[in-house]
């Protein structure tokens, strides 16, 4: 169950934590940082992203600008992808991501670390490719968007 997280060069210090955090959990994650312009320097986002079951994107600080988040958020919905983003600060949130986990801290990476193990644990994981699309799969990526939000609402 391998995590794809995105990210622009601004937040690269993050993701560097975000994936040496997951990696100590055992979590494989693959790290591709996207340009201004939306595009990843070695061009194999898409596949990527197919080849994921989780997708955490880190926002920039001007988040409503930021186009290729919509079109990868599309794609990974598409795909039944377990997603969440990591955005430091208090900043305010475009409406359309509302419905997803939104980590802010790094304690919140933690919180993601255990709703990965439970999904796991619980096999709620899905498996890749040949379920990918069931409702089934819609189901349990659902459950993991409203744990992992019930989760960093509460702090544990």
Known sequence: MPVFISYRHEERLDAFILNERLLLEGITAQLVEFGVDGQDAQGRACQQLNDATHWIGLLPAEADDDWWTVRLLETAVTANLRVSFY?????????QLDRWPVMRERAHIDLFVRAYHDECTFQRAMTLPAERGSSVDRDNADYFHADLKAKIRRGF
Request: glycine share 12%; charged share 45%; hydrophobic share 10%.
């Open 87 to 95: 955005r430091n600060g208090d900043c305010e949130l475009p409406k």
